[in-house]
């Protein structure tokens, strides 16, 4: 298993210009999500998904777009990148659990994105 | 809404003693579970410990072991004996619901934790 991977590992942008990472899965996890990590702020939910073409926003979505045309993939789009969108995003999936269910989330090793 | 705090930003302690990483949630779910999480200097995050509401005993995986409060909503994580690999940023994060139907999470700010020798 590979379980989680994220590319690139590392990208510059330039304001404005788009970009997709991309992360997969080979566990068959019902339920990916995308994170932001930025200092001080933990890691925030950006989008996340419960399985192929069901797809919904988490607590940060402005700017960034999602889908889910298969279970293993879950890509992220940002449509024109801005300054704000500096940032490490992780991309974790897990099967669909309820609260009592002990079920972790895999994280890929993120992506750490810098816009100019 | 439901919340995780953790209200330390920065911890120090010495090599082969006790830590305690504090955490507190709010929620207004009877059923959910807590999980600790560790970001070493290189990135990843690596599971650590869960705690489920329902839950009679407090977790404990190894060294680490969870200080659960229900009635106070707080999760605190214990690293006993401490390693100079401990040093890290330590999330505790909440999961919410009583159907089998999410994996969302909520994280708080994170600990940094550092050992010294």
């Known amino acids: 298993n590979a379980g989680v991977t994220q590319t690139p590992k590392f990208q510059v942008l330039k304001t404005g210009q788009s970009m997709t990472l991309q992360c997969a899965q080979d566990m068959n996890h019902e339920y990916m999500s995308w994170y932001r990590q930025d200092p001080g702020m933990g890691l925030r939910l950006i989008h996340y998904s419960v399985g192929a073409g069901i797809t919904d926003q988490g607590e940060v979505p402005n700017g960034y777009n999602v889908s889910r045309s298969t279970t293993e993939d879950f890509p992220l789009r940002l449509l024109s990148a801005a300054p704000s969108q500096t940032s490490v995003y992780f991309c974790a999936s897990t099967r669909l659990a309820s609260g009592q269910s002990s079920y972790e989330q895999y994280f890929g090793p993120g992506t750490r994105l810098t816009v100019t | 809404a439901q919340k995780i705090t953790q209200t330390q930003p920065g911890m120090f302690v010495q090599e082969k003693e006790a830590v305690t990483l504090d955490c507190t949630y709010d929620t207004s779910d009877q059923s959910y579970g807590l999980f600790w999480y560790k970001q070493p200097s290189s990135g990843e995050m690596i599971f650590l410990i869960y705690?489920?509401?329902?839950?009679?005993q407090n977790a404990t995986e190894g060294r680490y072991s969870l200080n659960f409060q229900k009635a106070r909503k707080s999760a605190n994580l214990v690293i006993s004996a401490s390693q100079l690999g401990d040093s890290a940023m330590y999330f505790c994060a909440m999961r919410e619901g009583y159907s089998s139907n999410t994996g969302k999470l909520i994280f708080g700010q994170g600990t940094t934790l550092q050992v010294k020798p």
């Open positions: 705690q489920g509401s329902y839950d009679e």
